[in-house]
C-alpha cells in the first residue's frame, strides 16, 4: 500500500510507540480478551472471522472483560527512548460493541517499569466511536518516559500510535557517533516523495529487514531527482557518511549527493536554502549494498541539517552521519 494513501499530519513526526525502539507495554489493568501488547504492535489491526480463543472473539487490540465494579482500566506504556509527544491515534478499528466509550491519556518520568508517583495528565477525558482512528493533539512540550492510557470504564482498543520527537541526552566527549540516529535525536523533517517507504526508516538502529523498511519515492517521471532532509540530534562535524541500499535491487537510485548546513534555531529549513554546502559530491550507487563515503567529504561542519539527494529516484535503507557533536560554549 502507498505511504500517502490515509496519511494524516502527525506522520510526519516519530512514531515513538515503534518496538524496535525499545518501547513496550509494561502493566495492564485487565488483558483477559485481548494480550496488551497488541496495543503497539506496528501492523495495522486485522480482522479474522471465525477465529475464537479460549476466552471468546479473537480481537486484534487489548481488550479487557466487561467491568461489573467501580473503576477503569488502564494500560502503562514505557518509551523506549525519552521523548517529547505532539499527538495520538487511538484506533479502534474492528472494535464496534466492546470499545470504551471514553479515553485520556497521563504521562510521567520514571525509571520505574510501572511507575508509582506523580502522573500528569496531557490528554483530558475524550469520547471515543467504534472503528475508526482518533488523532488527538497533545499539548505538551515536556520530555516523558512512560505513557498511561486510560480508559472508560472498559472495552478494547487495537493500537495506540505516539508520534513526538525524540531527546535523548548525548554524553559530552570526542566520541564520533551517529549524529543523524534517532536514539541520538536524529529526525528526517521533509522530503519530496515518500510513496512507499517512510522518510523516518532512513535512521533507525540497524540494517533495514526488507524494502519496505527503508525510504523509496515513486517513479520519477519528469525532470528533476527527489531529495529528503534531516535534522541531527545536535550539531557536529562528519568524519563519515554511510549509505545502505539493502534490499533494493532494481529500484535503486543511480546516484547520490549529500549536502549541509548549520541553520539558526529561528530559521526555516528549506530544501532552497542558500546555506546548503556540498559535503558528498554526486556519487554512483550499487543495489544492495553499504557504501561507505569518508575521503571524498568536502564540507564537514559544523552542521546542524543535511540534505540527501537521490538521482533520479528510488530506494535507501540507512543514511548514517557519523561525527563529533560540536561541544557547548
Not at 472494535?95 to 520514571?110: L, M, R, Y
Not at 540534505?307 to 560554549?329: A, K, N, T
Request: glycine fraction near 10%; aromatic fraction near 8%.
Amino acid at each position: 500500500m502507498p505511504m500517502a494513501e490515509g496519511r494524516h499530519p502527525f506522520h510526519e513526526w516519530v512514531q515513538l510507540e515503534q518496538p524496535r525502539l525499545g518501547t513496550v507495554v509494561t502493566y495492564a489493568t485487565d488483558e483477559f480478551f485481548g494480550a496488551k501488547e497488541r496495543l503497539i504492535d506496528p501492523q495495522a489491526p486485522v480482522w479474522v472471522d471465525g477465529k475464537y480463543d479460549d476466552h471468546g472473539k479473537w480481537m486484534d487490540g487489548w481488550e479487557s472483560r466487561r467491568k461489573r465494579g467501580p473503576g477503569h482500566d488502564f494500560c502503562v506504556v514505557r518509551l523506549g527512548v525519552p521523548g517529547v509527544v505532539h499527538g495520538v491515534d487511538i484506533d479502534t478499528r474492528f472494535f464496534t460493541g466492546n470499545f470504551p466509550p471514553q479515553a485520556s491519556i497521563d504521562a510521567c518520568v520514571s525509571d520505574e517499569d510501572v511507575p508509582q508517583g506523580e502522573w500528569r495528565e496531557v490528554l483530558p477525558r475524550t469520547d471515543l466511536q467504534g472503528d475508526r482512528h482518533h488523532y488527538l493533539a497533545v499539548e505538551s512540550d515536556a520530555i516523558w518516559t512512560h505513557l498511561r492510557l486510560n480508559i472508560y470504564p472498559d472495552g478494547g482498543i487495537a493500537r495506540l500510535r505516539i508520534f513526538g520527537e525524540v531527546r535523548s541526552e548525548v554524553a559530552a566527549s570526542d566520541a564520533v557517533i551517529d549524529l543523524a540516529a534517532l536514539e541520538n535525536g536524529g529526525r528526517a523533517i521533509a522530503c519530496s516523495d515518500e510513496h512507499y517507504g517512510s522518510m523516518h526508516n532512513l535512521n533507525l538502529a540497524g540494517r533495514g529487514v526488507n524494502m519496505g523498511d527503508g525510504w523509496e519515492t515513486a517513479r520519477r517521471r519528469g525532470p528533476g531527482n527527489d531529495w529528503v532532509i534531516l535534522a541531527l540530534g545536535q550539531p557536529g562535524t562528519i568524519e563519515q557518511i554511510e549509505i545502505d541500499t539493502a534490499h533494493f535491487r532494481g529500484n535503486y537510485p543511480d546516484r547520490v549527493s549529500v549536502a549541509a548546513a548549520l541553520f539558526p534555531a529561528d530559521e526555516e529549513v528549506t530544501v532552497a536554502s542558500g546555506r546548503w554546502q556540498t559535503v558528498l559530491p554526486e556519487s554512483k550507487l550499487a543495489m544492495d549494498a553499504q557504501h561507505t563515503f569518508s575521503s571524498e567529504l568536502q564540507h564537514r561542519g559544523p552542521v546542524s541539517h543535511v540534505l540527501m539527494s537521490i538521482y533520479p529516484d528510488g530506494g535507501v535503507s540507512r543514511l548514517r552521519i557519523l561525527g563529533r557533536p560540536q561541544r557547548g560554549e
